[in-house]
């Protein structure tokens, strides 16, 4: 018999009645229902998220900081609400806590009434954090309570971008504000250090001035102490003086009084001159001279009265010139006397002003001690009134003259200074898709493990009469491989075409799927050849390990480390990583690595039921002569 009427026959077999064709009808439905039904209902669960019952309970009170009110928890449930990400319902506490128990809400999340004051806290002296209540039930769903976990840790980066983006606007207006003020302190600074700078320069001429000051103190000091040396004895010796001008001065007195009184009588004898003359002429007339004898007599005594005339002039000036020296002499007298009153307190003075010389020296030299202080000062603190004034104004260069808009802007990204760019070498698009080559890969399995409870894995009449080993193998695989196939055309066209997903190589994934499933078939053709119907257990067996080591939802490192070593001991983890690489345009060099493992695994299991057919044609088994109770 050849293998297409081994093929016929078992066909026959299968479609012998109405019932049989139900059977293998719904048979080759099952893997289409698994995988179709489960990738449909999980096709994009995020997207359906806003669906989700969640409890949002708010009894923050608020609170007032720098005199005005806020409430941190409203604003964090006005943007939950508005974010629309779950079906959010603001309700009291004793709601949510009763509708998580109910099922009513999936998990609740709770702000305290302590929220708002613990987010302001930090600027007080009781730093706290603030609290935010997750309440689960894994009785409801444990991936809900998972997606609540990941949903208050969203929560929780919300408010801390918004806590943070205040608390970084307080701190650049802040910095804003200091800059204006050092901009102020190093205007201020200028005008100091030009200040300072007249200051130094004013002390160093003082300092000059005073060390003149001090030389010409010395010197005047040196001066007095010798005037006052040299006037010691100038009391007595005026008193001397004053005592002898008052002599001098009553001397001329007495000589101008006899001067007075020769004056006087020489201009009694001028003024008695013209009456002698005319006496002269009387008696001369009495006598009997004639006028001619008397006027030669008069004209003798003419020069006498021109002498008189003379020296009555010259005694008249004489004796006022002896009035004035007798005038002047009472007034050296006068003089010299208040010269001798006077010295005692001059010399007094004299001696008064030497001490305050010494005293101007001293002072004069402190003084000048004290400016070369003060000078010297005064560069120190030039100098660091110019340290801090370069310094402010380095200040002032170093912090940004930013406008409100550029704070706003800055305190946004120190807020949330990372973005997260993603980058895919490839990418499954949805939740369905990422599952879809792990569920395709077990639907492959599950659609030939459901084939075989009506297929027959060999020909008893090819094995009796035959005795072909290879040719009776292939007919007993090809049948179910070719099924299987026909299963994977359905299941391919549901995952691409129904279902939507994108398919990068679609031949490609088809040709994997198809050789899955034919692989597929003839390990359990392998199993039920060599174990009978507890073959056809084992092969159940064998897709519970494969389903946990495939790594088709979780990454197969994440496996204890026994399970992680069968990762690659079996067919189906090679079919749902070409698969992924076919799906979602990833390595076609590594899913043609995982078409040869499959279609090794395919000739080593086809070769194996080829000896085990060999096997039966020669021996009888206890598994002949007595059916197993599986089966």
Known sequence: MKIFAMLRAEFARLTATSMAKVALLALMVVPLLYGGLYLWANQDPYD????VPVALVVDDEGTTSDGDYTNYG?????SLLDDGTFSWSRVSRS?????????????????????????????T????????????????????????????????????????????????????????????????????????????????????GL???TTGAVSLSDGLDELKSKTQSLPGQTETLADGAAQVAAGNQKIADTADSVAAASESFNSALPGVRTDISAWLTEQGYDDGQIAEVLAKLDPLRSKADAVNSTVQGTV?????????????????RALADAMPALTAGISDAAAGASQLEEGASTASAGAVSLRDGLSSLLGGITELRDGLHEGVNSIPNS????????????????????SAVTKAGTYGAGLAPFFVALAAWIGIYALFLIIKPVSKRAITAIRAPIRTALAGWMMPAGLGAIQMIALYFIVSGALGFTVHQPWGAFGIMALSSMTFAAI?????????????????????VQLVTAGGTFPWQTLPEPLRALHFAFPMPYTVDALRQFMYGGSYAAAGQDAIVLGLWLVGALALTAVGVARMTRFRTMRDLQPSLIG
């Open 403 to 422: 406008s409100e808009e550029l704070r706003d802007s800055q305190a946004a990204t120190i807020a949330d200074p990372v973005d997260v760019s993603t």
């Open 74 to 78: 409203d604003d964090v449930a006005e």
């Open 95 to 123: 709601s949510a806590e009763h509708g998580v128990a109910s099922g009513d809400f999936d998990f609740s999340v709770t702000i305290p009434a302590a929220f708002s004051e613990s987010l302001v806290s930090p600027q």
């Open 524 to 544: 359990i053709l392998a199993l039920n050849v060599w174990f009978g119907s507890v073959g056809q257990f084992l092969g159940l067996v064998l897709m519970v």
């Open 320 to 336: 006022s010139s002896i009035d004035d020296l007798s005038s002047g002499a009472w007034q050296v007298s006068n003089g010299a």
């Open 48 to 51: 359906n998220l806003d669906q």
């Open 125 to 208: 002296d009781d730093p706290r954090q603030a609290e935010v209540v997750l309440t689960t039930n894994d009785a409801n769903s444990y991936l809900a309570s998972t997606i609540g976990e990941s949903a208050i840790t969203t929560i929780k980066e919300q408010i801390v971008s918004m806590v943070n983006e205040q608390a970084a606007s307080r701190m650049l207006d802040a910095i804003a504000e200091i800059r204006v003020s050092l901009v102020n302190a190093a205007d201020g600074a200028d005008t100091l250090a030009d200040g300072a700078e007249t200051a130094y320069n004013g002390s160093s001429e003082l300092a000059d």
């Open 211 to 213: 060390a003149k000051l």
